[in-house]
């Protein structure tokens, strides 16, 4: 682990002191970014999660190309299997300033749950769908699945990535989860 990596960490985990809007904050903020033809967005409404993936399609102008919707609770992150505790993946794209890069880190919904993916019609179905409401039933299908994946390319994407993953655990586990 790097010591970028071990001092967002830390900044990350310093954050579960703070109050639910502060931690609701950092979610939204480091799941946010725009690169080129490309825009992403997550809100989070209590433990339920959004994410928005927007395209600037030509001759369609901009796109919402993907969303999911799931149960905090239910969406665990899934850990890199080389690295214990690592909950993202990033590479270099191009040297800088700034640095180019790309980062992911993907999620698996608990057994028997599963998340809702929107997804426009310019892209073929991959499963069974069922219509979105959004555009009259007409631009946009639901489709179910038991993972998702999550992708960033440009400038400070794997921060964004390192103050998403341990944001969202120290979130899920603060606010998301009941004991009884």
């Not at 239910?74 to 270099?92: I, M």
């Not at 409401?133 to 007409?138: A, C, M």
Request: glycine share 8%; aromatic share 12%; with cysteine.
């Amino acid at each position: 682990m790097n010591l970028l990596h071990s001092l967002l960490v830390l900044l990350a985990t310093q954050a579960t002191a703070g109050d639910k809007s502060e931690l609701i904050q950092a979610l939204e903020a480091s799941g946010k970014h725009f690169f080129e033809d490309e825009r992403r967005e997550v809100r989070v409404d209590g433990c339920q999660m959004t994410t928005f993936r927007w395209r600037d399609v030509p001759d369609q102008g901009w796109v919402l190309w993907t969303s999911f919707q799931f149960d905090m609770v239910d969406a665990q992150l899934d850990e890199d299997k080389r690295v214990p505790g690592k909950k993202y993946a990033y590479a270099k794209l191009e040297d800088g300033p700034p640095e180019i890069g790309f980062a992911f880190y993907g999620f698996s919904m608990r057994e028997g749950t599963l998340t809702r993916q929107e997804r426009s019609v310019l892209r073929e179905p991959s499963k069974k769908a069922a219509p979105s409401p959004r555009g009259d039933g007409t631009s946009h299908y639901y489709e179910w699945r038991d993972s998702m994946l999550i992708s960033m390319k440009g400038p400070g994407v794997e921060e964004k990535a390192i103050t998403f993953t341990s944001t969202y655990d120290a979130y899920v586990k603060e606010f998301c989860t009941f004991s009884s």
